[in-house]
């Protein structure tokens, strides 16, 4: 089992910046595969980032590339999620997740990640 709690989040001004961290559990973080989704007011989760094991191989949703960047610390089993030029349409629940590939993997498939955080939220305000 891995646990994984986002810390982060909070209300920040359009443009603005901001860092999320997941922090997790167990002893084999460095093989897991991390990403990050949202669910904003009214609508589905969606994919944010993503992040491999390994060779840290990383995959963005296009709403977000060239503004978020995806990182981790295997020594600190923690992910990141650094937030630049934010929008008042990045406004959203932020949920953690991961999985442990049989092979080094990233992708957006959220039923293919099998643990999740229970979020911290972020509001952009215009």
Same mark, same amino acid.
């Given at each position: 089992?891995?646990?994984? &709690?986002?810390?982060?989040?909070?209300?920040?001004?359009?443009?603005?910046?901001?860092?999320?961290?997941?922090?997790?559990?167990?002893?084999?973080?460095?093989?897991? !595969?991390?990403?990050?989704?949202?669910?904003?007011?009214?609508?589905?989760?969606?994919? &944010?980032?993503?992040?491999?094991?390994?060779?840290? @191989? !990383?995959?963005?949703? *296009?709403?977000?590339?060239?503004?978020?960047?995806?990182?981790? *610390? @295997?020594?600190? @089993?923690? &992910?990141?999620?650094?937030? @630049?030029?934010?929008?008042?349409? *990045?406004?959203?629940?932020?949920?953690?997740?991961?999985?442990?590939?049989?092979?080094?993997?990233?992708?957006? !498939?959220?039923?293919?990640? *099998?643990?999740?955080?229970?979020?911290?939220?972020? !509001? &952009?305000?215009?």
């Amino acid at each position: 089992q891995v646990q994984l &709690v986002e810390s982060g989040g909070g209300l920040v001004q359009a443009g603005g910046s901001l860092r999320l961290s997941c922090a997790a559990s167990g002893r084999t973080f460095s093989r897991y !595969t991390m990403g990050w989704f949202r669910r904003a007011p009214g609508k589905e989760r969606e994919f &944010v980032a993503a992040m491999s094991g390994g060779l840290g @191989n !990383t995959y963005y949703a *296009d709403s977000v590339k060239g503004r978020f960047t995806i990182s981790r *610390d @295997n020594g600190k @089993n923690t &992910v990141y999620l650094q937030m @630049n030029s934010l929008k008042p349409e *990045d406004t959203a629940l932020y949920y953690c997740a991961a999985y442990q590939p049989l092979f080094t993997s990233v992708t957006m !498939t959220e039923s293919r990640y *099998d643990y999740w955080g229970q979020g911290t939220q972020v !509001t &952009v305000s215009s």
